[in-house]
């Protein structure tokens, strides 16, 4: 079966510091990748998607970054955090062709 | 402009009650999809619906996709306290996915 692992759960970090949010996937291969970033208790902002590896398609303008460097491996970074960067980001997969998504358990970032 | 809206925002109900929510667009969806998340959590896939008037259950839960395909409706029969979360509907559209803001369900015991 297929698992999708995020690290770090949560994380708190001074504005203007890097970030490195990392997700994996197990147990399917070449899967559709995205990141998201939900506000409290409301909707997805979709942030990054990748089709494969290398790919990465930008949403959002924003001094945020995505890459791709494995198959199954996703990662979202910024080099200088903002206060509005704040939020909780989930990545998710999706088979190739599909639409449905699932999601990793998720990261809280709080920036102070 | 939010191109998939749910209602209503916010719902809190005794246990055992009935409720139904709703997703409404006016754009046409090839399918649609619901999720729930509880606290904490990724959002968790529920049902896809793809046919118009299309009708699926998942246990106390039916959920329903408009003639149209342009709207869909999550019924709850006999709510528990298990049910509590966000549910979220989204639509696929144009090789996108397109989320609601979401419905924030309570059931208090």
């Known amino acids: 079966s297929q698992t999708i692992h995020q690290w770090p759960a949560t994380l708190v970090q001074p504005v203007g510091s890097p970030l490195s949010l990392e997700c994996t996937v197990e147990g399917t291969s070449n899967p559709n990748l995205y990141w998201y970033r939900q506000a409290a208790g409301r909707g997805l902002q979709l942030l990054f998607y990748s089709v494969g590896i290398g790919q990465i398609s930008s949403e959002v303008p924003q001094n945020l970054s995505a890459s791709r460097p494995q198959d199954r491996q996703f990662i979202l970074s910024s080099k200088k955090l903002l206060l509005s960067d704040s939020g909780f980001y989930l990545c998710a997969w999706g088979g190739q062709g599909s639409y449905e998504q699932y999601f990793g358990p998720g990261t809280r970032l709080t920036v102070t | 402009t939010q191109l998939l809206e749910q209602s209503p925002q916010f719902l809190s109900i005794q246990e055992g009650e009935n409720l139904t929510v709703y997703c409404n667009s006016s754009s046409v969806f090839s399918s649609l999809q619901w999720y729930r998340q509880e606290p904490g959590e990724g959002p968790v896939l529920l049902v896809t619906?793809?046919?118009g008037g299309e009708v699926k259950k998942l246990k106390r839960l039916t959920f329903q996709f408009g003639d149209a395909r342009k709207d869909s409706s999550l019924h709850i029969t006999a709510a528990q306290p298990g049910d509590t979360g966000l549910y979220l509907c989204?639509?696929?559209?144009?090789?996108?996915?397109?989320w609601g803001a979401g419905t924030k369900l309570i059931i208090k015991p």
């Open positions: 989204a639509g696929t559209r144009n090789y996108q996915l397109i």
């Open positions: 619906v793809v046919t």
